[in-house]
């Protein structure tokens, strides 16, 4: 259901709470602030701006750094007072340069951790950056591009025989091996997963498209 800017509720100081969450990851980037000019700048440029309560003015992320975040969507809770805000972002959430602003882990389960692709990445990165004596991944980086597109060849062809043969048990083990050196492919050539998810994502637009054309 729309709803209109009207029907929020604002505090005594005129603010709304915003949760600014990443659109390919779910993952929360920051909480912020908005006053209803704020809100109505971030609908009209499709990209968020925020009221400071510190210095006490309107200030549209990434505006010094370039770290823009693009609106995809606004949504309202259920009491209408306070906002989650999907975006794609240009860079870093938080002023300190991490992805997001909540990067101080409190508590966590270790038996309920998630796994992701995305993390699986940052690991990898940082075996490139700081390479670690008896690390597979920092000895493919040592070896350089020429191995790291070999161990892709052989992984695909890996992949190929087990789905031939019909063993899906090691057709998963095999497709694993292949997304993970594919991952340090990427690291390597500077190939961010946002990379990959704006091409999909580009490429799911256009399909729909062709098949709504279809349709008629």
Known sequence: ???????????????????????????????????????????????????SRSRQQLWRKGETSGNVQHIVSITADCDYDALVIEVIKDGPACHLGTDSCFANDIYQDAEAKRFSLTDLYQL??????????????????????????????????????????????????EIADLAYHLLVLMVEQGIKPADIERELAGRHVVDHKVKQETMK
């Open 1 to 51: 259901m729309d709803i209109n800017i009207s029907q929020l509720k604002f505090d005594q100081n005129g603010l709304i709470p915003a949760i600014v969450q990443d659109y390919y990851t779910g993952k929360v980037l920051t909480l912020a602030y908005m006053t209803q000019e704020s809100l109505q700048i971030s609908i009209e440029e499709k990209r968020t701006c925020f009221y």
């Open 124 to 173: 990898i990165e940082g075996r490139k950056t700081n390479p670690q004596e008896g690390s597979y991944t920092s000895y493919l980086f040592n070896k350089g591009a020429e191995k790291i597109l070999k161990k892709v060849g052989e992984e695909s062809t890996e992949v190929t025989i087990a789905a031939m043969k019909g063993n899906r048990e090691e057709t998963v083990f």
